[in-house]
């Protein structure tokens, strides 16, 4: 079943074309990432996904429903979670109420406190911290506090902008660990990632983003089979 479907969106900052077309789907228990340069469109692809940004044109549906003119909060309760690039954390509360605030996008009646819990389970190192403030985490662990403040809002889909920005080797084994952790639980996933390796071996589906189209779509398994990829992308002959 496809759950998101972006049909040929166009998204535009003033005079500036960001994104010039763009189509593409999402299917529910999969994963699909966007690569590309800085500048390409990417990022705002996914803000407009998410109704922080307004489409120019094109269309954004939503389990077979147009929701191109939804408010970003209204998306959030539909089953959309996002995490920014700037993660987005309140850095004056604590991680507990960082996270307890995604309860908001839950239907009424719905245990947070049994949400939080989920969420701790892929991030534990969170879970003997709650009452701390976020400002005292580092740059890996405000990005497991971001994605386990969208897992408590219970999502269908995730989606993430540069997940792994500015994040050390081993913290983003990590964080990939635990996202595909999340894929294996059947959490559809769409993201935004400048370390190709990482996002090939990830996802089911890869578009190639530039100049604010889609250049191509490459399969995982036929990329890491390719020798000059997996030469200058994974460092493998």
Not at 54 to 61: E, I, K, N, P
Not at 145 to 152: D, E, K, N, P, S
Not at 154 to 174: I, M, N, Q, R, T
Not at 188 to 210: G, P, W
């Amino acid at each position: 079943m496809t759950l998101l479907e972006i049909s040929d969106l166009h998204v535009s900052y003033g005079p500036i074309d960001a994104v010039k077309g763009v189509s593409l789907s999402v299917e529910r228990g999969g994963v699909v990432a966007i690569v590309g340069p800085n500048g390409a469109g990417k990022s705002s692809t996914l803000l407009a996904v998410q109704g922080l940004v307004r489409a120019r044109s094109g269309s954004v549906r939503w389990r077979g429903t147009d929701i191109t003119g939804w408010a970003p909060e209204r998306r959030a309760r539909a089953g959309i979670s996002f995490v920014p690039e700037s993660r987005g954390v309140f850095r004056t509360l604590s991680i507990g109420e960082n996270l307890r605030l995604a309860g908001c996008a839950l239907a009424p009646g719905a245990d947070v406190s049994e949400r939080v819990h989920l969420a701790l389970r892929h991030f534990p190192a969170l879970a003997d911290r709650l009452s701390e403030r976020a400002a005292v985490l580092s740059g890996g662990e405000c990005q497991q506090l971001a994605i386990g403040r969208a897992l408590v809002a219970a999502p269908e889909l995730l989606v993430l902008d540069e997940p792994s920005l500015g994040l050390a080797p081993v913290v983003l084994d990590e964080l990939f660990a635990a996202l595909a952790a999340l894929r294996g639980e059947g959490l559809t996933i769409l993201l935004v990632e400048q370390n190709v390796a990482r996002a090939v071996k990830l996802a089911d589906h890869l578009f190639s983003m530039r100049g604010g189209v889609i250049e191509r779509v490459r399969e995982p398994a036929e990329l890491l089979r390719n020798p000059s990829f997996r030469a200058k992308h994974l460092g493998m002959g």
